[in-house]
């Protein structure tokens, strides 16, 4: 019984690490995707603005 | 010279970009599959199968600093902006996969050991490493021009190899409760072939995710400098 109970615990917290590997990586990529995709509009819509200024 | 421009660089990662994802995703389905599949440790049980995240960020946190180090010294050296971004790039990745070794490394210790941390010489000089990670991403981002944070971080990175050294050998140098190498090391890897294909096959994974942040951090500051320095002409 408390040898079961052990091999539950540890698959438990086993599976806690992948858990916890595999959201931070999700939100890690999503911050990092979100940043890119932020600097690259703010540059092409400054851009356009500066195009249209000197029309 | 012309090598070293930050733009060259950038648009030169960026066609690898997608097919290091690829590369992520096919060694992540394939080490997922294996890790399922594999037999439990007869001693250890399941609480072995934490090796497959644990060891290759711990390889990763050490290979990314000795990498960031490396950058910094050729930028304070060379005053080479792309070394700057590179050392600028690696510093939350490192932070994120050192962060993990320890979170995972905890988990592990307390299935084996019966306790989540001891202060044993892989462990604290391990979080040692990581308060240098957090210290270096801390320093990025205190300054209001980035040259100057730059050089800061620059200047902890290099400082901070000295710990590297440390990291790996503290199983040597001292007696610890934490288990000695048992890939790296003279006489050969000590684990059996599946579990050692497993083990690389994870760091494969990892390293192609690790590479993909690395380069897609590198490419948004690119993109950032270079608007600032035009925007600063355009003014």
């Known amino acids: 019984m408390r040898e079961e109970n052990y091999s539950m615990n540890s698959l438990i917290l086993v599976l806690f690490c992948y858990v916890f590997f595999i959201v931070l990586a999700a939100v890690t990529t999503i911050i990092i995707l979100n940043n890119k995709k932020s600097v690259l509009n703010k540059i092409s819509e400054i851009s356009k603005n500066q195009q249209t200024i000197k029309k | ?235």
């Open chain 2, 1 to 235: 010279m012309i090598i070293l421009n930050p733009k060259i660089i950038s648009d030169f990662f960026y066609k690898y970009k997608k097919i290091l994802f690829f590369l992520f995703l096919t060694f992540s389905i394939i080490s997922l599959g294996m890790i399922i599949f594999i037999e439990n440790d007869y001693y250890q049980g399941v609480s072995f199968k934490i090796m497959f995240i644990h060891v290759p960020a711990a390889w990763l946190s050490l290979m990314l600093f000795g990498i960031m180090g490396t950058a910094s010294i050729i930028g304070l050296v060379f005053k080479s902006p792309t070394s700057f971004i590179i050392a600028r790039s690696i510093s939350p990745i490192g932070l994120l996969m050192s962060v993990t070794v320890l979170v995972t490394g905890s988990i592990w210790g307390y299935l084996t050991w019966g306790a989540f941390w001891v202060w044993d010489a892989r462990l604290t000089s391990m979080l040692i490493l990581t308060f240098i990670y957090l210290g270096h991403s801390i320093l990025l981002n205190s300054f209001e021009h980035f040259q100057k944070s730059d050089f800061a971080a620059s200047i902890l990175a290099v400082i901070g190899l000295v710990n590297l050294p440390v990291v790996k050998f503290s199983v040597n140098w001292w007696t610890t409760l934490h288990q000695g190498a048992s890939v790296f090391k003279i006489g050969g890897p000590s684990l059996s072939g599946i579990y050692l294909a497993t083990l690389m096959i994870s760091f494969f994974c990892i390293l192609c995710l690790c590479l993909y942040w690395v380069i897609t951090i590198f490419i948004t500051i690119t993109e950032k400098r270079r608007y600032e320095r035009r925007k600063l002409f355009d003014e």
